[in-house]
Each structure stands twice: as structure tokens, then as C-alpha cells.
């Protein structure tokens, strides 16, 4: 079947704008994640859902972030008011039910923010 | 201190030797979980082998092996007889906490560079 697919895969955008990054996971996968990857480094957790409820929102940097999702699929990041800071790969992955299920990764939205 | 410490920042391996990215961790759950993914120029993350902390056996897929040495908190990844696709950024990955409030915590990653 389909993977995890995200969209879009590149965005550029002014630094003040608002972007929407969205997720569609793996049919039939409720648990679902959002990462960010910096260039070079590893992998930043920021989110988690479980369903369209997020038991830990630990992860996001500031509140310039926020996600949701709906119908226990597809998810959507939001990062307002954009800062160079915010330039990363940000990479989502979902898992069938329990976190302690492998995760399977998108391939990334690749955000530059001028 | 680092949960995930991934020593290796860069290997070069000859084509059809082995080779062992290593892995070290730091939790005090008793239940966690120890992942390690490759991710290739492309920059999808792709799932290579899982370790449980109460397996005994370690865990094997095809090439990759998980070297699970539980009193020394490492988990290194040995991948035999190595391909030249098997150029990559590999991560290691532990998972940690209660159902509903866990996390994934990835370390730095090793560039593996297979020369032909």
C-alpha cells in the first residue's frame, strides 16, 4: 500500500509568513509524528499523536508552532510567523497503534525561510 | 547528558567488508526500545531493525545485525558484507516512557561511505 506521503515537498516562504505543512500517514496507522531535521543533524521529535489527540506537545519549540489532526489521519503543522531559524527539513512518520510499533517515514517538506 | 550517542561521525569501509556503527544510550526505564534507521541522499528515513530491552536474542534482518549489549547500554548496528548502496547517514533511535507518552529520541548519525 501507499506510505506516509507529505506535502508539499518544498516550501520557500518570507521570514513572517505562516506555512502549513501537512501529513497524510499510512492508511489505518493511528499513531502519527512530526519531526524536524536541521541541516547535518539528527532528528528533532516535536510532536505526537495518537488518534487527533497529542499526549505530548513537549517537543514544539515555541508557540509559533502548533499542529492538529482530524479524522485520525491526516495532520497538519503550522509554523506562524516564520524565522530563518524555522529552515529545516520537517519529517512526519506514522506507526500502526502503539508507539512501541516500528515508525515509517514521509519524505520530509524541506522548509527555507528567507 | 546525550540519550543517544553516536560516536562515528564519518566511516569509510571497503565494498564486501563488514562494518559496526556504534551506539551507545542512556535511560532509566526498565521498557524502552532501540531502533536503527538509514537515511540515503534521498532523505527518507528508513526503518533497518528494532531491539526490545527485554529480548534476549539480538535482533537480525537480512545484512543488518543489532549488537545488544544491555549492561553496557549499547546497541551497535553491524551490517555484513557491505554494498555500495549502503552509503548513507545512519541513525540510532531510542524509544522511552509510558504508553501515551513516549518519545523517540534519535542520535547524530554516522556517514557510512562505501568505496568501491
Known amino acids: 500500500g501507499a506510505g506516509v506521503s507529505q506535502s508539499p515537498s518544498n516550501k520557500v516562504t518570507e521570514k513572517g509568513k505562516d506555512v502549513e505543512l501537512r501529513c497524510d500517514p499510512i492508511?489505518?496507522?493511528?499513531?502519527l509524528y512530526w519531526y524536524r531535521q536541521s541541516l547535518g543533524q539528527g532528528l528533532e521529535f516535536l510532536i505526537y499523536?495518537?488518534?487527533?489527540?497529542?499526549?505530548?506537545k513537549s517537543g514544539l519549540p515555541s508557540d509559533r508552532f502548533s499542529a492538529e489532526r482530524t479524522g485520525g489521519s491526516v495532520s497538519t503543522l503550522t509554523i506562524q510567523r516564520t524565522q530563518q531559524e524555522d529552515s529545516a527539513v520537517y519529517l512526519c512518520a506514522s506507526s500502526p497503534y502503539f508507539s512501541t510499533d516500528t515508525q515509517y517515514f514521509g519524505p520530509g517538506t524541506r522548509l527555507t525561510v528567507l | 547528558a546525550q540519550k543517544i550517542t553516536q560516536t562515528q561521525p564519518g566511516m569509510f569501509v571497503q565494498e564486501k567488508e563488514a562494518v559496526t556503527l556504534d551506539c551507545t544510550y542512556d535511560t532509566s526505564d526498565q521498557s524502552y526500545g532501540l531502533f536503527w534507521y538509514k537515511q540515503p541522499s534521498s532523505g527518507e528515513m528508513i526503518f533497518l531493525i528494532y531491539q526490545g530491552s527485554y529480548d534476549e536474542q539480538n535482533a537480525t534482518e537480512g545484512r543488518y545485525s543489532l549488537n545488544f549489549q544491555k549492561a553496557r547500554k549499547s546497541a551497535n548496528l553491524v551490517i555484513s558484507a557491505s554494498q555500495l548502496g549502503d552509503s548513507a547517514m545512519y541513525f540510532c533511535a531510542m524509544r522511552e516512557g509510558s504508553f501515551g507518552n513516549e518519545k523517540l529520541t534519535f542520535g547524530t548519525g554516522t556517514r557510512l561511505t562505501i568505496i568501491p
Open positions: 499523536f495518537q488518534g487527533n489527540s497529542a499526549p505530548d
Open positions: 492508511s489505518g496507522h493511528t499513531a
